[in-house]
Every structure is written in C-alpha cells, then in structure tokens.
C-alpha cells in the first residue's frame, strides 16, 4: 500500500498548495485556469479511450456501461445528493467554493480513472512493483494543486476516495490474482476516458452531461467479466 499512501499525500499536499495560490489568483486567471482544466480533461479523456480501445475484445460493452449506468446514476440522483451534501458543508460562497461539486467529481475522476491508477494498486499487491503509483502519485500532485487553486481546499476531500479506490483495486488483487485481468482494466479506461471526458464539457460550459450520475457505469464492465466467468464455469 505504500504506493497509495503516496499518491494520496500528493493530492493532499497539492490541495493545501492551490488553496494558498488561490487567494492570490485574479478572476481572469481563475478563468483561464477553468479553460486550462477543461481542455486537458477532455484530451485525457480522448487518450484514454483511444489507447484502451483498440485492445477491446468487446466492441459495445462501454455503450452498454455509459447507457445503463447512466440511467441508474439519473434513477439515484448521485449528481443531486453530492452537490446537495457539498453545498450543505461549504463555508463560502465565493466562485470557487460555489463549484466544488464540479470539482470535486472532476477531480477524483481524474484521480481515479486511468491505468496507472487502476492496474498500479494490482502491480503493487502482486509483483511489489510501485512504479505506475508514484508515476501516477506525481500527475496528481500537479493536477490537485491547479484544481484547488480554482475549487479551494475542499478538493482535499478527493483524496480519501482515491484511497479507498485504489485500496480496493489493491485487496481484491491480493484475494485473487485473477481477479483483475488486463482485458477488466482496458474495459474499465475506455469507460472513465469517457467519463473524464464528459467532465471536461461541463468544465468548458460546452454541456453539463452530469459525470457524477455516469459514474455507475464504472460497474458495469467488471459485472460483465464476472458473468461471463461464471457461465463459462457453469458451462
């Protein structure tokens, strides 16, 4: 676990260093930042699909898991309740505090979603090998410092889920070393591309696709592989 904590002190070091840049940010650079965010987003997004892609074996599977989780995401109001929750706990009112939930969801989408922070806890539980975790521990401290430059401190709250999120990449890699598979994790990056990448619309003011409501979809593909295991199993 020792690549995690890493990764999530960097994220908590990177918040605590945007929130004291942020008191010195003019408007125009908080909007230039805004920009800045939505436009990587988008591109990382981009990359991240279209690297996983071409090693998919299961062409429509991330159609199935964006529309289904979706409809299940919209069915629970997860883009409602969570911003319900943050705006029950801010202390502000300020523009970068009144979007916390935006970023907040961008954040730990970019935190979480990718190969290195998915197949890095995977790495770790089973060959030892830190490498992806501190690679990915490095891009976070960068992106955490310029989210709470804009967001504020509260994005200091996207590092217990990365900690839980890679803790359980990383329990269930040291349960059964099958039970996470190259073909899971192509699976899982096409749909979080996408997911990053819907992000960086509403960022952009382009269209507001609600990517905390998607999120779901991130289940689909693992319930998919489980499935088809156990038919396989049973036949």
């Not at 002190?9 to 918040?15: E, K, Q, R």
């Not at 125009?28 to 805004?34: C, M, N, R």
């Not at 029950?88 to 935190?111: A, F, M, N, Q, V």
Request: aromatic share 8%; with cysteine; charged share 10%.
């Amino acid at each position: 676990m020792t690549g995690t904590i890493v990764n999530t002190a960097c994220i908590i070091l990177g918040s605590c260093l945007g929130s004291i840049l942020k008191k010195g940010v003019r408007p125009q650079y908080k909007t230039a930042l805004y920009n800045a965010i939505g436009v990587c987003s988008l591109l990382l997004g981009a990359n991240a699909f279209c690297r996983a892609m071409p090693q998919s074996g299961f062409p429509v599977l991330f159609i199935v898991s964006v529309a289904a989780g979706s409809l299940a995401g919209y069915r629970l109001d997860l883009d409602g309740r969570f911003n319900r929750l943050v705006d029950s706990r801010r202390k502000s009112k300020d523009g970068g505090e009144g979007r916390l939930g935006e970023g907040l969801s961008t954040g730990i989408l970019l935190y979480c979603i990718g190969t290195f922070s998915m197949l890095g806890p995977v790495l770790s539980a089973l060959q030892g090998d830190n490498t992806f975790l501190y690679t990915n521990a490095t891009l976070d401290l960068i992106t955490s410092t310029v989210l709470a430059s804009t967001y504020g401190i509260g994005m200091i709250w996207a590092a217990p889920v990365l900690f839980c999120w890679q803790g359980m990449f990383y329990a269930i890699a040291k349960i059964s070393e099958a039970a996470i598979s190259e073909a899971l994790v192509g699976e899982l990056s096409i749909v979080g591309g996408i997911l990053i990448a819907a992000s960086g619309l509403g960022i952009l003011g382009i269209k507001d696709c609600k990517p905390l409501n998607m999120i779901p979809s991130l289940l689909v593909p693992p319930l998919f592989f489980l499935l088809r295991h156990l038919w396989g199993v049973v036949f």
